[in-house]
């Protein structure tokens, strides 16, 4: 049988058509977000970036032909950390395995909310605690001691009442109760001779403990790399972006969980600037909009709100050198599914002038939802073209959800990504080793070669838990 071999001009067209892929493939690959900022949906892919937010600039035609550019980044607050629990490798599996043994559910899994990713945060918080020497031996005894409020506290059991913190603890011990039994019979297959049995499910829930003992070192470890003291260090080493955030005019930021980090930037840059920011209750979670107090003066005082009692919004008016009047803001968007621009153009109309209604104003922020999710209006949304999401909560990766809002026309606002931020790297490996021991249930502190770690080895207990999912 004869083989008929390509001509030269077929093996030309197929390099030339896979070099087109290849740069197509590499070009889309460069636009994604999830590549440049951090991370942590998956076991083993925690990344070095800066923010899970991507920023982006608003470059506006001025009057005598003058440019107005406006920046705006979420930094991810150091409070909102425990948020990505909410994204551990196996919750559906554990949710789907609930249903079946308890159609009631419980305080962490029932019919009108999901909150496994409370459990996970405090077993994680447990078994962190329990380490000997970077390992955590997982045994049935340690597991189970894990039910008791005593031994891992829980938000779940806050109340202002006594008697409602009481029965909210008893709620999440009797939830623990049979989330742990349900893990232990699992993991209890994969111990045993009798694999073929075993759930495929087991798999997921080690992957599950291991996930979240992953999170949990990179949030409270100091080296870890959710931590903002380290995110800010990569920030300051990317001098090109650095310049382009402190350049801009007026900077408009999000999640911002130290305002004095960013005085820092100002100052290293030898450049003049003003900043206003705003938090709520005891967090870091700061909206900051810092302004080039050369070419901008402060008319007024601003305006700071806070959407659903929990977003903080910053509101300002400003005058140039000529007197020009611009209205400029730092929001952040609720995620959910109420559409809250018309209390955002309230905050809008308290600072324009009775007698000139056409101010321009520029909203920039994190608006949590892509464009689609907002009703057509006379204002204009404006996002960028290139993603600015690229961590996975709410499944908006690699999805455009920054964005600004302005009643001037869309051809004379230039929105872009900022293109200054480098690929992100992969975080350090999880420096504690898991061990699976099930069928070890008569474990006791001081036996001669423990598992468990003493009380006088044991980390200090981490208390600051997620409270509620914030987006």
């Excluded at 080296?223 to 310049?243: I, M, Q, S």
């Excluded at 979670?285 to 080039?292: A, E, G, K, Q």
């Excluded at 922020?365 to 709410?394: C, E, L, V």
Aim: with cysteine; glycine share 4%.
């Amino acid at each position: 049988m004869q083989i008929r071999h390509p001509s030269n001009s077929t093996r030309t067209t197929i390099a030339r058509l896979s070099a087109e892929s290849i740069a197509r493939l590499d070009e889309k690959l460069g636009q994604s977000a999830f590549r440049r900022g951090t991370s942590a949906f998956r076991l083993g892919l925690i990344q070095q970036g800066i923010s899970d937010h991507l920023p982006f600039s608003a470059s506006i035609d001025g009057p005598n032909k003058t440019r107005v550019k406006l920046t705006s980044w979420n930094l991810l607050a150091d409070a909102h950390l425990y948020n990505n629990f909410l994204n551990v490798s196996g919750i559906e599996q554990l949710s789907q395995a609930l249903k079946q043994a308890h159609i009631k559910g419980n305080i962490y899994f029932n019919e009108q909310e999901n909150r496994l990713f409370y459990f996970f945060a405090e077993l994680a918080q447990h078994l962190y605690r329990n380490q000997l020497l970077g390992k955590v031996v997982i045994t049935q005894e340690l597991l189970q001691r894990f039910i008791s409020i005593k031994e891992q506290s829980s938000q779940l059991a806050r109340a202002r009442e006594p008697q409602a913190a009481k029965d909210k603890e008893t709620q999440v011990e009797a939830g623990r109760a049979e989330i742990i039994a349900i893990l232990i019979k699992e993991l209890n297959l994969d111990s045993c001779e009798q694999k073929t049995n075993s759930s495929a499910d087991r798999h997921e829930f080690k992957l599950a403990i291991n996930h979240s003992l992953e999170l949990l070192h990179h949030i409270e470890n100091v080296e870890g790399a959710l931590r903002w003291e380290n995110r800010f260090k990569l920030l300051k080493k990317n001098r090109a972006l650095v310049k382009e955030l402190v350049d801009s005019d007026f900077l408009c930021l999000q999640e911002c969980s130290k305002p004095d980090d960013i005085h820092e930037l100002y100052r290293n840059e030898k450049k003049q600037h003003s900043i206003i920011s705003y938090k709520i209750g005891n967090t870091d979670d700061y909206c900051v909009l810092t302004y080039d107090k050369e070419k901008y003066t402060l008319v007024g005082e601003p305006i700071k709100f806070a959407l659903e009692g929990k977003k903080p919004c910053i509101f300002a008016k400003f005058s140039d050198h000529a007197g020009t009047i611009i209205i400029v803001a730092s929001i952040h968007h609720p995620g959910g599914k109420k559409d809250f621009t018309n209390e955002l153009l309230n905050q809008v109309a308290l600072l324009k002038s009775e007698t000139d209604d056409e101010t321009p104003y520029y909203l920039l922020g994190d608006y949590n939802h892509t464009k689609d999710f907002f009703f057509p209006s006379t204002h204009h949304f404006i996002y960028p073209d290139q993603a600015t999401m690229a961590g996975s909560d709410y499944g908006n990766v690699n999805k455009s959800i920054d964005a600004v809002i302005s009643n001037q026309s869309q051809e004379s606002i230039n929105v872009k990504r900022l293109a200054n931020l480098l690929f992100s790297t992969p975080a350090t490996a999880l420096p504690i080793v898991t061990e699976f021991r099930l069928k070890e249930t008569n474990i006791t502190e001081g036996f001669f070669g423990r598992k468990v770690a003493p009380a006088s080895l044991r980390p200090k207990e981490i208390t600051n838990c997620p409270r509620r999912p914030i987006v």
